[in-house]
Nanobody, 121 residues
Framework: QLQLVESGGGLVQAGGSLRLTCAAS????????MGWYRQAPGKQRELVAV???????NYADSVKGRFTISRDNAKNTVYLQMNSLKPEDTAVYYC???????????????WGQGTLVTVSS
């Protein structure tokens, strides 16, 4: 099983920056795509950014040019650098990973517990 632990959330003023970190631990045959989702109060969870094991990235239109996702495969860690933050970026940010379990050898996914990002105007 794989466990994901996020850190780096907090309160920041509009225009500021934050860096989120998600560390994966546990046992897996391989970790494939990792990504960040967010859920604002009263809204559905939405994809923010995703990165493949090979480094290909994809972003929500609302964060393109402001957020950067990266990963360190040796550390099983994914990062989200968030710049030029806006009040509408306020949400709980969740880390997600697709992985191949060892026994049985099947595709599974895991979620972190979430970290709150609050952007004040």
């Amino acid at each position: 099983q794989l466990q994901l632990v996020e850190s780096g959330g907090g309160l920041v003023q509009a225009g500021g920056s934050l860096r989120l970190t998600c560390a994966a631990s546990g046992i897996a045959f391989s970790i494939d795509a990792m990504g960040w989702y967010r859920q604002a109060p009263g809204k559905q969870r939405e994809l923010v950014a995703v990165i493949s094991s090979g480094g290909s990235t994809n972003y929500a239109d609302s964060v393109k040019g402001r957020f950067t996702i990266s990963r360190d495969n040796a550390k099983n860690t994914v990062y989200l650098q968030m710049n030029s933050l806006k009040p509408e970026d306020t949400a709980v940010y969740y880390c997600h990973a697709n992985f191949i379990a060892i026994l049985p050898r099947i595709a599974r996914d895991a979620w972190g517990q979430g970290t709150l990002v609050t952007v004040s105007s």
